[in-house]
């Protein structure tokens, strides 16, 4: 591999405090550097500026010929007929406006009714107690612990691919002692840290659902 066109070499020597710069093209760069007794692949390196890398054994061709042969080529051309936009189905609908349960009514999958605040309190003591997880980029190791059983019971044992914000909290406060507000500020950190996506409701309230890698966490 070798690189045509303009290219940028730059080479220091810190104990004799030398620093040298040289821009131009390539084949210019290379006489000068032998001028210098700086050539080889030893000293410095060199990188392209617009140039690209070429198979050394591709012709050579100049930056001016490659300018003019690349006007005169044009856009690439593409395999098969020309794309008809009329024969790709409108698909339209407002953010917020699908419709979950009807989707999945259709496909013949029915999801079950989503359970109460006590019912997943009393699951979720049924695994107690929790481990606080190993891993030092974790805020809150035991909370995010509770909360990966929390939401693997919610996914696993009824089905549902994400839970209101709501719902997590009135399970969770009391044993957490967080409020509303500090427990909502908590998801929003794990979302943006990749562990929960998000889900943004029609109506303003959140929901969400885990990363099934970070259900396997310990």
């Known amino acids: 591999m070798r690189i045509d066109g303009p290219v940028r070499f730059r080479f220091r020597d810190l104990e004799a405090d030398i620093e040298v710069l040289i821009e131009g093209d390539a084949s210019w760069v290379e006489n000068t550097r032998q001028e210098l007794g700086i050539a080889g692949e030893g000293a410095g390196y060199i990188a392209p500026i617009h140039g690209s890398f070429r198979n050394s054994k591709d012709p050579k061709i100049s930056s001016a010929n490659r300018s003019r042969g690349d006007s005169k080529v044009g856009p690439p051309q593409r395999p098969g007929p020309e794309p008809d936009p009329s024969r790709i189905p409108e698909s339209i609908r407002e953010i917020g406006d699908l419709d979950l349960q009807g989707e999945f009514e259709k496909l013949g999958v029915s999801l079950g009714p989503i359970p109460s605040a006590e019912v997943l309190k009393m699951e979720l003591e049924e695994l107690a107690p929790f481990e606080p997880l190993e891993n030092p980029s974790t805020e ?35 044993r957490f002692g967080m409020d509303s507000e500090s427990f909502g500020k908590w998801l929003r950190r794990l979302w943006k840290q990749g562990r929960l996506e998000r889900v943004f409701g029609s109506d303003g309230k959140d929901a969400y659902a885990p990363f099934p890698f970070w259900l396997k966490r310990e």
Do not use: F
């Open 140 to 174: 809150l190791p035991l909370e995010e612990r509770v909360l990966q059983a929390l939401l693997e019971i919610i996914v696993r044992n009824h089905g549902r691919p994400s839970t209101p914000e709501s719902l997590l909290h009135d399970v969770l406060c009391e």
